[in-house]
């Protein structure tokens, strides 16, 4: 019965406190680097998509180049282009969608990363 003094008690309690505070700041600091590592994850995948989006716009054009010094006619490399540009449009769509999807998984993310802070500080 050491802490059956005023100052034990006192002592006691701040010692609890303490540890409390450290135990709060390392669930944070884990949800935080969570969070990070989530996010790290989600630009990695996010980059390799467009990576690949860059190496098809190459295709495209090269196929385009392609297309147009071999073909025999004006008519000929207009139906080439007209075909080249109706892709490159779809792309756009398709890149349009592509960051938008991108952006609710970021944002998502943060989100929830802020839901779960407001609900441990409720605690």
């Not at 792309?91 to 609900?119: H, P, V, Y």
Request: charged share 30%; hydrophobic share 40%.
């Amino acid at each position: 019965m050491a802490h059956t003094t005023p100052e034990g008690i006192g002592k006691a309690a701040a010692e609890s406190g303490m540890a409390g505070i450290m135990q709060f700041g390392k669930e944070r600091s884990e949800a935080m680097l969570a969070v990070q590592k989530e996010l790290l994850e989600g630009y990695e995948e996010a980059s390799r998509a467009w990576i690949a989006r860059v190496k098809s716009e190459v295709e495209l054009w090269s196929g385009l180049a392609a297309k147009l010094s071999s073909s025999a006619s004006i008519p000929e490399g207009m139906d080439a282009y007209r075909e080249c540009v109706s892709h490159r449009i779809q792309m756009a769509a398709e890149d349009g969608k592509r960051l938008f999807e991108e952006g609710q998984k970021i944002i998502g993310t943060l989100t929830k990363s802020f839901g779960n802070g407001m609900s441990q500080k409720r605690k």
